[in-house]
Structure formats: C-alpha cells, structure tokens
C-alpha cells in the first residue's frame, strides 16, 4: 500500500490538519441555499484521510460495454481517408490549399481523427481499444451524433457514430429539402465511468467532453473547417438526439446505466454549408426514427444517485450562449515540427511511466504554456463562455529553469488576483518573481510566475502527495494543477460543466504539444482536491481545482502489443 505521507517541507504542515467538505461560503445566498454543484463538488473531493465515494470492488470481466450499437438502424460506412487530408501538424492553424467540401470522405476522416479508435492493444488474453479522444480510464462516456443535411453521399438526419466499426447508424431519416448544413451533437453514458470512479465520475465525464470537444476541432482544422457550439437546452438537446425517447430508454431501476446524459452541440462551418436551423428539433419532426440501443450492462453493481443530481442541476437552460471574448495574446506561431496532424493525433497516448532523467528542452516548455493561452481559432472556439482556467506547475526537469512552483494566469482575472493572493497569509511565495524578468527566453506575454524555487526532492514529493501519490506526477519533466474560477456557479448550474470542460480542452492541447515535442502527456483525475489549494496557499474559494495533467519521456511497456486499429477493413483512397 502506498504511503499517505506528505512532504516534511513547512509548505505541508497545513496539509497535515484533518480536513471536511465544507460549503464555500463564497456561494451561499441570502437564504443560505447552496448550490447543489458546489455541493457536488465539496462531496466529491478526495483528502488525505478518504477518497470520494467510490465503489468498494471491481470485477473486470463486467465491465460496462465501451461501444454502443444501435441494432436495427441503417449503415452507412465511412472511409479511412485521414491520410489523404493530411497536412503538417504546425499548419492547422491555416486553411488547405484546396478548400476541402463534406462529403463522405472528410466526414469519414473528421470522425476519424476525433472520435475514432487509434490503436488496438493487448497483453495476453486481454485486447483493448485506444481511441483519438482521451478518457479517463479509458472508459470512453462520450458518445457523438452526426446531424447533416445535404452531404453527397449521406442521408439527411440525425446518425449515431459508432467508432468501433468506423460507420454511422442512422437513427432518424427524413426526406431532403435542400438546405445543407451539418452538426455533431455529444452525449454521455455517465455509468461507463461511475461504474469504477463512483460519485466523482461527473467530473470525469465533462473533462471527457472537453476532449471531445477539442478533439473535434483539430480533426476540422485539418480539413480547413470550424467548430463553433451552439446554445440549445438539454431538454431540447436529448429530444434532438433521441435520447429522451420511452421506447428505446424506458424507465427502470437501471435507467441510469443506460442512459445518455445531452451534452452539447457543436455546428461545422465548412465550404458550402450553411448556418444550422434555428429549431433543429422541429427539422426532425417528420423524421423516421429507427434502431434501438444495445445495452451498456446488464448488471450494475451499485447505483450513484448525486450523479444524476448533478447532471440535474448543470444541465444547459434554453438561451443565447455567454459572449465569448479572449484575451489579447498574440497569434500562436507554427510549431516547429516536419510531423502530419493526423499522425500526432492517431499516435497520442497516456503515458503510463516517464524516464526520471529525461529532461525537456526550455523552449517546448514554454511553447506548451504559449499553446494553453485562449485564443480565437481551433481549438478554443469551442468553449461556451469565458475562459476560466489558470494552471499551478510544478517544474521538475525542464532544462535551464530552477525546479519549483509556477503560476501560469492564462486569464486576466487570474493575473491580476492570484499571484499576490497565492501564499499571502504566511509569505511563503514573498520571493516570487516574473520568469520573464530573469529568462529572456521566456515570452512576457506568458506572466509565467516563478513562486519558489526548491529543491528537486521536494517538488517531486509535493506533486506526488498532492496526485494521490502517483509517480507519474512526480518524474516526468513538469505536472501542473488547473484552477477554475467558481464564480459563476452560484447563478449558473451550467457554468460547473463549462469549467471542467475548458479543463479538458486544455488537456487536449497538452497531450498534442507534448507529442509533438517528442515527449508524452497524461491526464490525472485523482488528486486531493483542498490540499492542492492549502499548498500554494490559496485563500479565495472562488478557486478551485478541477484537473491535473504531467508531461515527461515515456518509459514504453515491450509487454503490450500494438495493432491496427481497423484491422478488418483497408484504407480506402478515393
């Protein structure tokens, strides 16, 4: 068993005090009723002495089902055409050369190379499927439909995609009428990741939709297309995609295993498309719906009650979407490397070991920091209000920077707050200092904060303790904490899933910019929630953390054999 020491440095004397989920008193109203999301997330903090609630065991051989069939539906199958498209990872940024129109082959890449499998693994008599958006666990919550009118080659309606056989089902068809547009809408099987992460699984599953979302993006960018979300309410949202309907989700005692929770819609700008219908929903009236969904477990072993309360509670009102203004950074530049996007996107993985040597080149560090900055343009386009992210860092091993504790703002409020607010009760932090003022190298347009410096032993042992003691996030050349801004929760259920959302958009970016400096990312959902605040000292409970992320060289297992991920088709060229 693992120690649950922390680190005998003073910074963790504080971490050493019994801690309780307390309610911020920041989101109390006047009448003292508290945000059942801010509840949620008091609930769900893991501490020191327990871990959120979770289940007691697990049995692997029932696992719920990762891919969901829609037996009876229409096929319609797609082409492994991602190589065709490909352009250089550092071109995303810029349109194609040729304008690329949807038709069956993009639309076959775009699902592709956001949603598809990457890569079949196995160890023994166990195989499993890697596929290009992240997941906690690997457990894959998301699931994504595809609305089209007017594609060559499509039937218009609403399709489901199902990524194990790289083809798309057709859930509700209807007669066209010569509009051509195209959407993606996305939704959760929450059961896949409460089935091993208990109550905490809500938070997992929106960091999934983040992936997904961004996902998405760089998979368009690569075609020379745009995401942009759409507002559209849940309830509006899950008649949309068929989620609400009786006969194919009928209430039981299981109906939280089976169900889909609506997520988001997202419309695809692209050459010869036009502006997704006002009322998709009333598009779909006369729509032929076929099709009933497979079941994701049979059996579920527990049932997690403040999941669904959550879901409740955050679930998007009908209503304009919040404005989106970004920040004034200057443009991204292209990133250095001769690698295809597609060929980043298919090799990304969770790095499972890192090299404790192994050291990353300063000038990627800081390109990483420069990629999270919000900007207009993939993959921050698809954020639905403002950004609200900043990240705590724990530098390691990144050469020609001191090992020690590093704010990265990211947004103006987090600039103008939390560096005088970080560690101001006891001036742990009164030595910081402005990289930028030290390191010519590093572009002020960052604010990248050094706190402290410390001693490399003591980094490691503070972000180790602090990632429920995992080494992961203790060897590799840097890991680092994001923290969102609560503020908007108390009046804003929804605002709780966008927060957790940008976090897993900003981890998408992270894994990419990783490969594509020749190093490896991985997502961390497990860390102590309020020790992660008592360490740097943050005395605002208006921040809070939500995601952890570690980068570092990747120590590769000779154990697991890699194969295809389409074995049983060929790439088609067209």
Sequence with gaps: MQSRQVPDFPWAQPLLQPFQPAIPALFMSETSQTSPLIAYHARTRHR?????????????DAQPEAFRRYPGAPLCELLLTGDQFERRYGELGNPPKIAIAPHLASLGTLLELAYGISAWKSWGPNRWALRCNPSSGNLHPVEAYVLAAG??????????????DHLLEGRALRSPDGARWMAVGLSSVMWREAWKYGERAFRYCQLDVGHAMATLAYAAALLGWRVKPLAIGGEALARLLGLDRPVDFPPSRFSFTEAEEPEVLLAIEAPGLQAVPTDPVAWLADAFWQGMPSQVDPAPGYRWSVIAQAATASRAAEGALPAVVFPDNPPLPAHPTTAGAAQLIRQRRSGQRFEPKSTLDKADFY???????PRPGMPFDTQEAMPAIALLLFVLRVDGLPPGLYLLPRIPD???????????????FAGRCAVADVDPDCPTHLDLCLLAALDLGEVQRLARALSCHQDIAATGAFSLGMLADFAGLADDGHAYRRVLREAGLIGQVLYLEAEAAGVRGTGIGCFFDEPVRQAFGVGNERWQPVYHFTVGTPVLDSRIETGPPYPQRQTEKT
């Design 414 to 428: 987090a600039a103008s707050e939390l560096p005088a607010q970080l560690g101001a009760g006891d001036g742990r």
């Design 367 to 373: 390109r990483m920091l420069d990629a999270t900055l």
């Design 48 to 60: 020191f002495g327990a871990y959120a609630e979770g289940p007691g065991q697990l049995d692997w």
């Design 151 to 164: 594609v060559p080659g499509l039937i218009d309606g609403l399709h489901h995609y199902d990524p194990k």
